[in-house]
Nanobody
Framework: QVQLVESGGGLVQAGGSLRLSCAASGRTLSMYNMGWFRQAPGKEREFVAAISWTTVTDYTDSVKGRFTISRDNTKNTVALQMNNLKPDDTAVYYC???????????????????WGQGTQVTVSS
């Protein structure tokens, strides 16, 4: 069993930065594909970024050039560096992991077995 705990959310002005972290326990994540998703009020959960166990990365178009996903297998953590934040980035951000996720399914939230509790990111205009 894998437990994921996100941290680093908060309130920031537009143009600011936040760094989210996802800490895992229970299993080592070095062979897991990992993802970040977000859910705004009244909207469905959407894909933000993913990183494979070989450190290949992918991003949704709206965050490309602003967000960076990374992993530190020595610390069993995954991070999401968010720069030039916009009010539309306001959401609860979730970390997700799966040991058998095909990379082709990285944007599908239903494919991930393990989820954190989420961390709130609020961007004011």
């Amino acid at each position: 069993q894998v437990q994921l705990v996100e941290s680093g959310g908060g309130l920031v002005q537009a143009g600011g930065s936040l760094r989210l972290s996802c800490a895992a326990s229970g299993r080592t994540l070095s062979m897991y594909n990992m993802g970040w998703f977000r859910q705004a009020p009244g909207k469905e959960r959407e894909f933000v970024a993913a990183i494979s166990w070989t450190t290949v990365t992918d991003y949704t178009d709206s965050v490309k050039g602003r967000f960076t996903i990374s992993r530190d297998n020595t610390k069993n953590t995954v991070a999401l560096q968010m720069n030039n934040l916009k009010p539309d980035d306001t959401a609860v951000y979730y970390c997700a992991a799966d040991p058998q996720l095909p990379w082709s399914q990285r944007t599908a939230s239903y494919e991930y077995d393990y989820w954190g509790q989420g961390t709130q990111v609020t961007v004011s205009s």
